[in-house]
């Protein structure tokens, strides 16, 4: 059961257990401030971030107030849900500069060298070809770029190994929350 809540190397969660997630989520909104984590992450005005794996959006108004109204933000996700959920926070809370974006067969719309900033919380453990998603998340950052990766429900040990045996990234720093990553050269 846990399998399905957490979505353990299974890519794409069932509907049932993304609607329950997302009830969690509103809970959990109330609570703290999850956006808070974001000013850690070095976003600029005018930047193009991307919340990779952004589920209903809890990250969104700050990544939109940090970017500002010259930045643009692109919510991401594969669950058809999140981005529907993701389309009506951009309504409500009025984020003129967030952009939701369906990623379909580990493909994310978005051209190369695309982002500034990708940060990707809380969803790592759920990917099953983490090669393949991080040379994606390699090919749409610039090279200059900066990755933030949460552990998600895994351990750090679990995380950096994927990362590193992807070839594509070296660490920056570690902190409790998530490693800040630069991308190795493209070729």
Known sequence: M???????????????AFRAMAAMFVLRDRLTTPGDRLGKFGILKGQTVVDYGCGTGSYLKRAS?????????FAVDIHELAIKAVEKRIVRENLYNVKALLAKEEKCPLGDSAADVIYALDMFHMVS????????????LKPSGSLY???GHQSRREARVKMLKSGCWTIEKEEKYCMHLRPVKKS
């Open 2 to 16: 846990c399998k399905y809540f957490r979505g353990k190397e299974m890519d794409r969660m069932p509907d049932f």
């Open 65 to 73: 107030e940090l970017a500002g109204e010259n930045g643009t933000v």
């Open 129 to 140: 070809d983490p090669d393949s998603f991080l040379r994606e998340l390699n090919r749409i």
């Open 149 to 151: 990766l949460s552990d």
